[in-house]
Antibody, heavy 119, light 107 residues
C-alpha cells in the first residue's frame, strides 16, 4: 500500500524558514517523480515543486511564486522528499501535500501538513 | 500559465441526480486533463486521467469528456459518498494548474 506522510508544518513568522518532510512507503521511491502541491485557505490548489529521479539527474522545477525561496530535495535511502521553505510570506499559508506522479497524474496524495505564516 | 475556469463553484444536488461539472482552459490542452476528488477530511484522490480514463477503483458512474478547451466531469447518479470537492488539472504545459474547485453539496 502506497503511503505518503507529511510532517513539519506549523506556525511561523514572516521571513522565517520551515522544512517539510514527506516519508513514503509502498513503492519504489528511487524511481519516483515527486511533487509538492499546496491548498490555500480559499481551497485553491497550486502546484509548488517537482523533483525527478536519479536517472533524470534529480531535476527540479518550481512555481514562479516560490522560485528562489523554496528548495525541494530527496533522500532515496530514506524514501523521503523534503521542502525547505525560506523567507516565508503570509501568502504561503496553506496545507502542503506531497504527491506521487504516475503517468502524468498525481496518483497518490498525503494527508497534508498545515503551514501558517503569521506574526 | 494556462488558466483553468471551473464551473459551478458550488452545486446543490440530490441523491440519484445526474450532475455535470465543467472546466474551461484558457487555451487548448489537447485532452491533457485530469480530475480529482477531495473529501471533507482533506483526502485527495484521482478520478479521471487524460480526459476520459477512469482511475482504477473509481465507480463507473463517473465519466469525463471534452476536447480543445472545454472539458466536463459527469456523475450519472449521485451516491452519498460523492458529496465532496472536485478539481480539474491540466498537464499540457508547465506550470501544472488546477481549476478553482466545485463543491458538490446535498440539496
Amino acid at each position: 500500500e502506497v503511503q505518503l506522510v507529511e510532517t513539519g508544518g506549523g506556525l511561523v513568522q514572516p521571513g522565517k524558514s520551515l522544512k517539510l518532510t514527506c516519508a513514503t512507503s509502498g513503492f519504489t521511491f528511487s524511481n519516483a517523480w515527486m511533487h509538492w502541491v499546496r491548498q490555500s485557505p480559499e481551497k485553491q490548489l497550486e502546484w509548488v515543486a517537482q523533483i525527478k529521479a536519479k536517472s533524470n539527474n534529480y531535476a527540479t522545477y518550481y512555481a514562479e511564486s516560490v522560485k528562489g525561496r523554496f528548495t525541494i530535495s530527496r533522500d532515496d535511502s530514506k524514501s523521503s522528499v523534503y521542502l525547505q521553505m525560506n523567507s516565508l510570506k503570509e501568502e504561503d499559508t496553506a496545507i502542503y501535500y506531497c504527491t506521487l506522479q504516475l503517468s502524468h497524474r498525481f496518483a497518490y496524495w498525503g494527508q497534508g501538513t498545515l503551514v501558517t505564516v503569521s506574526s | 500559465d494556462i488558466q483553468m475556469t471551473q464551473t459551478p463553484s458550488s452545486m446543490p444536488a440530490s441523491l440519484g441526480e445526474r450532475v455535470t461539472i465543467s472546466c474551461r482552459a484558457s487555451q487548448g490542452i489537447s485532452n491533457y486533463l485530469n480530475w480529482y476528488q477531495q473529501k471533507p477530511d482533506g483526502t485527495i484522490k484521482p478520478l479521471i486521467y487524460y480526459t476520459s480514463n477512469l482511475q482504477s477503483g473509481v465507480p463507473s458512474r463517473f465519466s469525463g469528456s471534452g476536447s480543445g478547451t472545454d472539458y466536463s466531469l459527469t456523475i450519472s447518479s449521485l451516491e452519498p459518498e460523492d458529496f465532496a470537492m472536485y478539481y480539474c488539472q491540466q498537464y499540457d504545459s508547465s506550470p501544472l494548474t488546477f481549476g478553482s474547485g466545485t463543491k458538490l453539496e446535498i440539496k
